[in-house]
C-alpha cells in the first residue's frame, strides 16, 4: 500500500499562482517510488472528479485541455514528492486537488485505472 499526503492548497486571488505537493511513502517491501505513474485530478462541489495532470514513468507529462499552459506537473524522485505548479489560475479551478498514484508507466488522466489515493488539498480561488 502507497500512502499519499497532499500540502500547499489554500485561498488566492484570480491570476495568481499556487504550488501544491504530494509525498509518497510505503511500508511495502519492495516499494520503489519511481516504478509508479502519477496523476493530479480534482473536484469542485457538484461535479465529478476529472484529471488535471499525470506524469509517467518515464517523466513525459500529460494535461487536461483546461490548463493546458497554466500548470505544471512534476516530479522529484529523490525526495518522493510529486508537485504541481498553478499559474494563471481561475475561480473556475476552485475545487479539491487529489493526488493518485499507479504501479504501471504510463501517464493517464482516467481516475478508475489508479490505485492509491490522497486525502485531498483544498484550492480557492477568488475573482
Known amino acids: 500500500q502507497v500512502q499519499l499526503v497532499e500540502s500547499g492548497g489554500g485561498s488566492v486571488q484570480s491570476g495568481g499562482s499556487l504550488k501544491i505537493s504530494c509525498t509518497a511513502s510505503?511500508?511495502?517491501?519492495?516499494?520503489?517510488?519511481?516504478?509508479?505513474?502519477m496523476g493530479w485530478f480534482r473536484q469542485a462541489p457538484g461535479k465529478e472528479r476529472e484529471g488535471v495532470a499525470a506524469?509517467?514513468?518515464?517523466?513525459?507529462?500529460v494535461y487536461a485541455d483546461s490548463v493546458k499552459g497554466r500548470f505544471v506537473i512534476s516530479r522529484d524522485v529523490a525526495k518522493a514528492t510529486l508537485y504541481l505548479q498553478m499559474d494563471s489560475l481561475k475561480p473556475e479551478d476552485t475545487a479539491i486537488y487529489y493526488c493518485?498514484?499507479?504501479?504501471?508507466?504510463?501517464?493517464?488522466?482516467?481516475?478508475?485505472?489508479?490505485?492509491?489515493w490522497g486525502q485531498g488539498t483544498q484550492v480557492t480561488v477568488s475573482s
Open positions: 506524469i509517467g514513468r518515464d517523466g513525459s507529462t
Open positions: 510505503s511500508a511495502t517491501i519492495g516499494y520503489t517510488y519511481s516504478r509508479y505513474s
Open positions: 493518485a498514484a499507479r504501479g504501471e508507466p504510463l501517464k493517464t488522466l482516467e481516475a478508475r485505472l489508479y490505485k492509491h
